[in-house]
């Protein structure tokens, strides 16, 4: 099946512009669009407060047979039931989101992509039309094997220049400069770089599920190097000539930051949705005015649904309750990844 999907995915990529039979229905995003998607947004420093940039990230993961062979679960974005399953919880919570005058940065990979491209589904395309961000979010293992790390950069930057195309294709958008994902690999800046992204950020041990509190913060930086999981000195090193910029979290306090632990670990949705409006304002706590602070969270398809009568109800609280007096009073902007970047290469000038 893999060996024939790869087979049609390279054709269609070929030959998409010129093709005379039946083409893949995937909706393109204005080009307008997908520029606003990355640029800047002006920060209100008039009053010389300081501003946070806050957005919530989604990562889609490889659920199933990727692109590249591997994987394979029980829950498969091939089963149609389950990818519109999927596809429905996205747009329930991006609509919520925009209804706050927000908009998330959606990270994707195979399967999720090229189930889009195959079926016809525009989920991506309708996204990136409304200022969502398009972005990768890559499991290196799903797309490399298990033997992700005696691999070059050079074998790194091809498969993800592969995932980036699926994307560009499921999502009408030329631009992608965002992604997560290959924490343990030392060289990834080099290998995002070499693929055309630039900005990055939601480091976390695949193994552990966890973060190092050394990455806590709000102000970005370039890092010098990436980490093998022990060492972050080169991670933690600003260097002005980095090709990436990192984004942190927030000033969170604690390494528990997977998505599948936190009902368990932090005694279900609603305490975790405490421990954010917390971080939120320690987040505040620690901006500095004149310079660029930033705060996200993720969040995964179907994630935090409660009550199928009121789903996602725990978000929608969060948000009115916690971020849209913060948007009032100016303390909180919304802001992708990609324009949370760029106001801090702004300062760079």
Not at 49 to 68: N, S, W, Y
Not at 232 to 249: I, K, N, R, W
Request: charge should be negative; include cysteine; glycine fraction near 8%.
């Amino acid at each position: 099946m893999k060996q024939i999907f790869v087979g049609l995915t390279a054709l269609i990529v070929l030959s998409l512009a010129c093709s005379q039979g039946a083409p893949v229905v995937v909706k393109t995003a204005p080009v307008e669009t997908a520029a606003a998607t990355t640029t800047a947004p002006p920060i209100n420093n008039e009053t010389g407060k300081a501003v946070l940039l806050f957005t919530i990230g989604m990562h889609i993961e490889p659920q199933g047979e990727t692109a590249q062979g591997y994987g394979g679960e029980k829950a498969d974005y091939h089963e149609p039931v389950f990818f519109d399953k999927h596809v429905n919880d996205i747009l329930t919570v991006t609509q919520m989101v925009e209804a706050h005058g927000g908009r998330m940065t959606i990270q994707a990979q195979s399967p999720f992509t090229t189930v889009a491209i195959e079926s016809g589904n525009t989920i991506l395309a309708d996204l990136a039309s409304r200022g969502h961000e398009m972005a990768l979010h890559f499991h290196e293992d799903a797309h490399l094997g298990k033997n992700d790390e005696t691999l070059s950069v050079q074998q790194w930057c091809d498969v993800m220049k592969q995932e980036i195309s699926f994307i560009k294709q499921a999502s009408g958008v030329a631009d992608i400069r965002y992604w997560s994902g290959g924490n343990l690999y030392p060289d990834v800046f080099a290998a995002g770089a070499c693929a055309g992204l630039d900005v990055n950020s939601d480091w976390k041990n695949p193994k552990t599920q966890g973060f190092d509190l050394s990455l806590v913060g709000v102000n970005p930086w370039r890092p010098a190097g990436g980490t093998n999981g022990m060492d972050f000195t080169l991670m933690t090193q600003s260097d002005p000539h980095g090709a990436v910029v990192f984004l942190p979290e927030g000033q969170y306090d604690r390494t528990d930051s997977a998505a599948s632990d936190r009902s368990q670990i932090a005694g279900g949705d609603e305490a975790y949705f405490e421990y954010l409006k917390e971080s939120l304002y320690a987040s505040l706590e620690a901006s500095q005015a004149g310079k660029v602070n930033v705060f996200h969270f993720t969040i995964h398809p179907g994630e935090f649904r409660g009550d199928p009568k009121h789903p996602f109800a725990v978000i929608e609280k969060f948000l009115t309750e916690v971020v849209d007096p913060l948007i009032v009073s100016g303390d909180v902007q919304w802001a992708t990844f990609s324009q949370m970047a760029d106001a801090y290469i702004a300062t760079e000038k």
